[in-house]
């Protein structure tokens, strides 16, 4: 394996999702203005019903992990929506890039988006509601971003082997998947108040116990042990789960013809 041409792939990759997300009359919207209100609006109603300092933060972590994750994930997303919006799907898998390179160079600039949303909602949680976000430190903080981060890398590459199998329809799993397992993963409560049957759902999910791991710092009982490595197993699991997902679907797509229909 020749690491110069691999970096230069992902490389290229990158350049390519971030030059075309920047024209997209959305961007903004999707960087700034949902997140901003989200913090705000949920930092409001924290307000309003007067909780304490440890529950606002409890609440107040959950929704800056839904704009990160979100923002990532989109941007993982797009690496095949994308090409299904400017209908260059076939022009995409014939191109000397396999999927490695396009989800880690897609996940590459998510990185950098999601890490510009946390760093703006925390400066905003601290200048609007004193919530001090950096408070546990760097270390910790590295590994709650990390397990953000990974979440939406693993959301977002089974959203594009789900367009790359079904096609346009599945357009609407970029925006909604993601939702479905931030609810689980319990970003306003912990996992103990859901049905058991709905709670051992959450305990398979990684962002559940980056959450967990990060809210100890605020004064909460971790409600799993080792949670940090256990997220961490979990992640690595389901990326290889998703890419051979995304492997599989791009292979039933080309033997079906769906790869030349979705480029028409």
């Known amino acids: 394996m020749n690491w110069r041409s691999e970096l230069l792939a992902v490389w290229a ?13 959305f961007f903004f919207f999707e960087l700034l203005f949902w997140p901003i209100v989200g913090v705000v609006s949920i930092g409001l109603m ?3 019903l007067d909780l304490t300092p440890e529950q606002a933060s409890f609440v107040l972590i959950g929704t800056i ?11 993982v997303a797009y ?7 400017s209908k260059s799907v076939k022009h995409q898998f014939l191109a000397p890039i396999g999927i490695r390179h396009l989800t880690v160079g897609s996940w590459l600039v998510g990185i950098v988006r999601g890490s510009a949303i946390f760093v703006l909602l925390a400066a905003l949680g601290w200048w609007a509601f004193g919530f001090q976000v950096l408070a546990p430190g760097l270390p910790a903080v590295g590994i709650f971003v990390l397990g953000c981060f990974l979440t939406a890398w693993i959301v977002g590459v089974a959203v594009c082997a789900l367009i790359t199998l079904f096609g346009n329809r599945a357009e609407a799993f970029a925006w909604s998947s993601v939702n479905l397992v931030l609810v689980l993963a319990g970003i306003y409560y912990p996992i103990s108040v859901l049905p058991d049957s709905v709670a051992a ?3 398979a999910i990684p962002l559940t116990y980056f959450l967990d791991a990060y809210r100890a710092h605020f004064g909460f009982a971790s ?8 997220g961490l197993a979990l992640s690595a699991l389901y ?6 997902a995304f492997l599989a679907a791009i292979q039933r797509a080309r033997r079906t013809g769906l790869l030349l229909k979705m480029s028409e």
């Open 13 to 25: 990759v990158a350049v390519r999702n971030a030059l075309m997300a920047s024209r997209n009359v």
């Open 46 to 48: 924290t307000r309003f």
């Open 65 to 75: 992990a839904l704009s990160v994750v979100n923002v990532c994930q989109l941007e």
């Open 79 to 85: 690496a095949v929506l994308l090409d299904v919006w």
């Open 201 to 203: 759902i959450a305990a």
């Open 223 to 230: 409600e799993f042990r080792a949670p940090i490595a256990t």
């Open 239 to 244: 990326a290889v789960l998703a890419h051979w």
